[in-house]
């Protein structure tokens, strides 16, 4: 329910509405609006605050066990890794950001869902500090690499 009640919303509350319609729209949608909310009265100002703060609420509830599966799958990986040979859990990290080939801890994570949580923050600090040598070896791969032959493009020559 909206904590404004009175019509017309006073010059501020209007203005101060209005200013953060675009961002609180943003927040429940995941995009700004593309429509003159300007126009809009005072009734549908307040009711659109309404609709955003239920759907913000809800993307919350949703976000949260998203997360919640995003880390037992996790959990679970690394449980798989020490199962199929991994002796620890610092064994299986390394044996998991090799097999990234990736050299940025944070995508890692986030590509498992986990980089914007707690448990993703502590993620990324101990992959960087138990995988930094894998870390070093695939960003240095990648950046000195030679360019891949266009096998296509051999087989044209040959013609």
């Not at 501020?12 to 609006?33: C, T, V, W």
């Not at 549908?44 to 919350?60: C, G, I």
């Not at 990736?102 to 993620?123: C, P, Q, R, T």
Request: proline share 2%; with cysteine.
């Amino acid at each position: 329910m909206s904590k404004v009640t009175m019509f017309p919303l006073s010059i501020e509350e209007r203005n101060s509405m209005l200013q953060i319609y675009s961002d609180f729209h943003k927040d429940a949608y995941g995009f700004r609006p593309r429509y003159n909310y300007h126009a809009f009265s005072d009734e549908q100002l307040v009711a659109d605050f309404d609709t955003f703060s239920n759907q913000f609420d809800e993307n919350e509830k949703e976000e949260a066990i998203q997360l919640e599966a995003d880390s037992k799958a996790w959990d679970e990986l690394i449980d798989r890794t020490i199962h199929m040979g991994a002796k620890n859990r610092t064994t299986a990290l390394r044996w998991i950001v090799d097999g990234a080939d990736e050299w940025d801890a944070e995508h890692i994570v986030w590509s498992h869902g986990l980089l914007f949580s707690d448990k993703g923050k502590a993620l990324v600090k101990e992959i960087q500090s138990t995988c930094l040598d894998i870390l070093n070896r695939q960003y240095n791969s990648y950046y000195t690499e030679e360019p891949e032959i266009d096998m296509e493009e051999v087989y044209l020559k040959q013609i």
